[in-house]
Nanobody
Framework: QVQLVESGGGLVQAGGSLRLSCAASGRTFSRYSMGWFRQAPGKERECVAAIRWTGGSTYYAHYADSVKGRFTISRDNAKNTVYLQMNSLKPEDTAVYYC???????????????????WGQGTQVTVSS
């Protein structure tokens, strides 16, 4: 069982930056692939970034086209924490952001909501214009 707790959301002006954190419980955090999803009002939840475990101590990052070059996902296994650094924020980035974890490691499933086993409660990010 893994418990996830997000933090770092808030209100920021367009062009600004935020860093989200997701603290995970569990002793095998390093073997989980982690994802950041977001859900805006009236829209489906979508994956914006994932950091996939590929074996040993190797990970691979994936990004949605809408955030590529602006967002960076990273993890600190010693702290059981995954981060999402968000730069050059736009009003369309406004959403509730969720952290998720899974044991599945397929490179083609990194963004599939249904593949993730554990979810955090979400943190609100609001970008004003």
């Amino acid at each position: 069982q893994v418990q996830l707790v997000e933090s770092g959301g808030g209100l920021v002006q367009a062009g600004g930056s935020l860093r989200l954190s997701c603290a995970a419980s569990g002793r095998t955090f390093s073997r989980y692939s982690m994802g950041w999803f977001r859900q805006a009002p009236g829209k489906e939840r979508e994956c914006v970034a994932a950091i996939r475990w590929t074996g040993g101590s190797t990970y691979y990052a994936h990004y949605a086209d809408s955030v590529k070059g602006r967002f960076t996902i990273s993890r600190d296994n010693a702290k059981n924490t995954v981060y999402l650094q968000m730069n050059s924020l736009k009003p369309e980035d406004t959403a509730v952001y969720y952290c998720a974890a899974k044991t599945e490691t397929s490179p083609t499933a990194w963004g599939l909501l249904s593949e993730y086993d554990y979810w955090g409660q979400g943190t609100q990010v609001t970008v004003s214009s």
